[in-house]
T-cell receptor, first 114, second 111 residues
Framework: EAQVTQNPRYLITVTGKKLTVTCSQNMNHEYMSWYRQDPGLGLRQIYYSMNVEVTDKGDVPEGYKVSRKEKRNFPLILESPSPNQTSLYFC?????????????FGPGTRLTVT | QKEVEQDPGPLSVPEGAIVSLNCTYSNSAFQYFMWYRQYSRKGPELLMYTYSSGNKEDGRFTAQVDKSSKYISLFIRDSQPSDSATYLCAMRSYNTDKLIFGTGTRLQVFP
């Protein structure tokens, strides 16, 4: 079964305490991305990766770091979280199965920074 | 001006109606156009993926792209209460995975 897993699903933390949200996919997809979703602002891409060791900034990369050391994993790192990073975060993986494009999102991580 | 504009709704229709959801965009470099469905408290689900202009049909869903007008549409035929969700459009340019999303349209189909 195609699956994108994220952990943790819920996280409450304090300003400045480094945290990592993990993301893993089992489809052997080339591409992976991180998004945040905020009311009224929709889904905004933070970072994306088109291959191992290749990452690029999305629309809202400030305050976030990513790494892609393995094809299946794409962790999101907040070195010094701030309250404006309180949001719902989604990881996604995508790629081509023959001529067809497919994309799957994880279940989301609800982050609260106090 | 936002790169992608989408009416937030809500759009409320009776069961069996034809639903039309739309997005406009400003960046003529966009080549790939997607529609997603998102149920409450769930991740988005890719519904339709089209390249360049034209129509694509999948069951009750039809995606339409008009690049000359920078306008994309998703039509849902014979709408069902289970179609009640938020629908998001997204687009990207060639040879990148940088996606730009609309803010989503909330659809409610009542029995």
């Amino acid at each position: 079964e195609a699956q994108v897993t994220q952990n943790p699903r819920y996280l409450i933390t304090v300003t400045g305490k480094k945290l990592t949200v993990t993301c893993s996919q089992n489809m052997n997809h080339e591409y992976m991305s991180w998004y945040r979703q905020d009311p009224g602002l929709g889904l905004r891409q933070i970072y994306y990766s088109m291959n191992v060791e290749v990452t690029d900034k999305g629309d809202v990369p400030e305050g976030y770091k990513v790494s892609r050391k393995e094809k299946r994993n794409f962790p999101l790192i907040l070195e010094s979280p701030s309250p404006n990073q309180t949001s719902l975060y989604f990881c996604a993986s995508s790629g081509y199965e023959g001529p067809s494009y497919e994309q799957y999102f994880g279940p989301g991580t609800r982050l609260t920074v106090t | 001006q936002k790169e992608v504009e989408q009416d937030p709704g809500p759009l409320s229709v009776p069961e069996g109606a034809i639903v039309s959801l739309n997005c406009t965009y400003s960046n003529s470099a966009f080549q790939y156009f997607m529609w997603y469905r998102q149920y409450s408290r769930k991740g988005p689900e890719l519904l339709m993926y089209t390249y360049s202009s034209g129509n694509k049909e999948d069951g009750r869903f039809t995606a339409q792209v008009d690049k000359s007008s920078k306008y994309i549409s998703l039509f849902i035929r014979d709408s069902q209460p289970s179609d009640s969700a938020t629908y998001l459009c997204a687009m990207r340019s060639y040879n990148t995975d940088k996606l730009i999303f609309g803010t989503g349209t909330r659809l409610q189909v009542f029995p």
